[in-house]
């Protein structure tokens, strides 16, 4: 009863029946149009193949599951595509759905389902497929319960925000910039514990507003998070990029805490943003 059970969330792409993203539509077929489109998933494909998956596979502690969501209509040659990259991660659970469904109910009952009933408590995150995390990440959200037990007590849930983090960005006009920043509860290494049996899970909470649900420990060090910023971000994180405190890595560079922290290189991303291909 000692194990600490690391379970994340990935939604790559999935149209869901009109919820749970600021730009989801009423009609499925708009949000499939949208989502499905080429030169959109090009993009996606480019950051999830270069900083999400890269990542995942770093971790040091490698106990940990991923659950993939994708809807079953994603065509091909993007299905294939998907799963192939995948393959190569074993911590990661593709899971084909029905599209349509709705988004909250359909994260929570894949996250109940694949809960351990043995594990004293469930750390529960998402990742966007544009997203990455430092090779640390699952070791220390673990380590990170034990100051949190006390509070986690009480009602079986608590959070771990992990609030310094990079952005990286292909709004600059030479190409990809690379920012430290300092974001309070964004969804990127933010980490809630629940017990096994909870009826509630992750995808229950404005995670902005999460600090007034429930206890919550902030650490502003190390940088835990790499945050893709594009012009397909759902939650047009541009909008925000100004007001982000700044200097999170204190006097380390941005180039060198992507390769201390998340093992990449910051010359390699910008020759491949370069020479992609949006086919």
């Known amino acids: 009863m000692s194990h600490i059970q690391m379970l994340g969330l990935c939604r790559f792409s999935y149209p869901t029946g009109g919820d749970g993203f ?9 949000n499939r149009a949208r989502l499905y489109d080429p030169a959109r998933l090009a993009l996606r494909f480019w950051f999830f193949e270069e900083i999400c998956l890269p990542t995942l596979a770093a971790q040091t502690d490698p106990d940990f599951t991923v659950l993939l969501i994708y809807g079953e209509g994603l065509p091909d040659p993007w299905k294939t595509r998907l799963l192939q990259a995948v393959s190569a991660v074993p911590q990661i659970r593709p899971l084909a759905r029905p599209e349509g469904l ?10 109940q389902e ?4 043995e594990a004293r408590a469930v750390g529960e995150f998402t990742i966007d497929d544009d997203d990455g995390l430092a090779s640390d990440f699952i070791a220390e959200a673990r380590a990170g319960f034990a100051p ?6 009480a009602r079986k849930r608590a959070a771990l925000d992990f609030n310094g983090g990079l952005v990286l960005d292909t709004g600059g006009a030479t190409g990809l910039t690379l920012s430290a920043v300092q974001a309070e509860f964004w969804a990127p290494a933010l980490v809630v514990f629940f017990g096994p049996r909870s009826s509630r899970s992750i995808q229950d909470y404005n995670h902005r507003r999460l600090w007034g649900r429930m206890p919550a420990l902030t650490l502003p060090e190390p940088v835990m998070f790499l945050r893709g910023s594009h012009e397909s971000n759902d939650s047009r994180l541009e909008r ?4 982000l405190g700044r200097g999170a890595g204190g006097q380390t560079g941005p180039e060198t805490l992507l390769a201390e922290r998340f093992g990449l290189d910051a010359g390699q991303l910008a020759q491949s943003w370069a020479t992609r291909a949006l086919t």
């Open 102 to 111: 709705p988004h909250g109910a359909l994260c929570r009952a894949a996250m």
């Open 240 to 243: 925000r990029l100004p007001g």
């Open 22 to 30: 600021e730009g989801s539509a009423a009609d499925l077929g708009a």
């Open 114 to 117: 694949a809960r351990d009933p």
């Open 148 to 153: 949190l037990r006390p509070l986690w007590r």
